[in-house]
């Protein structure tokens, strides 16, 4: 049993592991991580990365971007240029509004506003974040099979063309 289950996790880390579909799987983990759909975050991930043939393993690694320690900055930094970008100014939000943000209240139209602008601009920063992710990966993968190419007697773990 625990055989199989070595093999499983050999299987998901190896699959769809060519440097254009690792680069993919990082763009989109990210692009995923970003934008504002906590919550369902990982079925979505695991959804986009079957259906798009890429590595489940890498696209559910990369969306964890949205951790507890960053997931606050990603969200104020959302809102901060969906505002600039809606309106051309940044939204004023004070600690007692921030706190009050907990409350039922915030479901009404604040909530909607500040949830559109956070949309809009976690979405361009999903972009650039995941683009430069996708590249830096591409980069390493690259690298690295022409590393293991270039010794003697090596197998480079790819799934060959895409």
């Known amino acids: ?60 690694g990369a969306a964890q971007i949205s951790n507890p320690l960053f997931a606050p900055f990603l969200i104020a930094a959302g809102i901060a240029l969906g505002d600039w970008l809606r309106y051309g100014r940044l939204h004023e939000l004070d600690l007692d509004q921030a706190r009050g943000l907990s409350g039922l209240w915030w479901l009404g139209s604040e909530a909607t506003d500040l949830f559109l602008s956070c949309l809009l601009g976690d979405t361009l920063i999903a972009l650039v974040v995941g683009a430069l992710g996708a590249a830096a990966t591409y980069a390493w993968r690259v690298r690295a099979d022409t590393v293991a190419s270039a010794r003697p007697g090596a197998d480079v773990l790819g799934d060959g063309p895409e």
Request: positive net charge; hydrophobic residues 50%; charged residues 10%.
């Open 1 to 60: 049993m625990w055989s199989r289950f070595k093999g499983f996790l050999a299987h998901l880390r190896y699959e769809h592991s060519s440097p254009g579909r690792m680069a993919a799987s990082v763009f989109v983990g990210l692009f995923l991580g970003i934008v504002p759909l906590y919550g369902v975050q990982t079925p979505i991930c695991l959804l986009v990365a079957t259906g798009l043939r890429l590595n489940r393993l890498t696209v559910v």
